[in-house]
């Protein structure tokens, strides 16, 4: 095998390995993206959560008379 044989194997190595590093930053990358999606869902869930109930525990429910009188 030559110089320029091996230059060859090599540079075919570092190419396969360049074509599968870019497909697994590929995949991280998609998979970044939907646990973003995730977490921005859970949040904005969760701002509604806590809005709903603080609307429901701020409400004031007016005693009758007679029954802050009785006790």
């Known amino acids: 095998m030559t110089k320029l044989d091996i230059d060859h194997v090599v540079l075919a190595?570092?190419?396969?390995?360049?074509?599968?590093?870019?497909?697994?930053?590929?995949?991280?990358?998609?998979q970044?993206?939907?646990?973003?999606i995730v977490i921005t869902t859970l949040l904005a869930e969760q701002a509604?959560?806590?809005d709903q109930e603080a609307r429901r525990t701020a409400a004031v429910i007016p005693l009758g008379r007679s029954h802050?009188?009785?006790?």
């Open 13 to 30: 190595e570092a190419r396969r390995k360049l074509q599968e590093s870019r497909r697994r930053c590929r995949r991280l990358q998609d």
């Open 32 to 36: 970044l993206d939907a646990a973003a």
């Open 48 to 50: 509604a959560m806590r």
């Open 68 to 71: 802050a009188i009785h006790e």
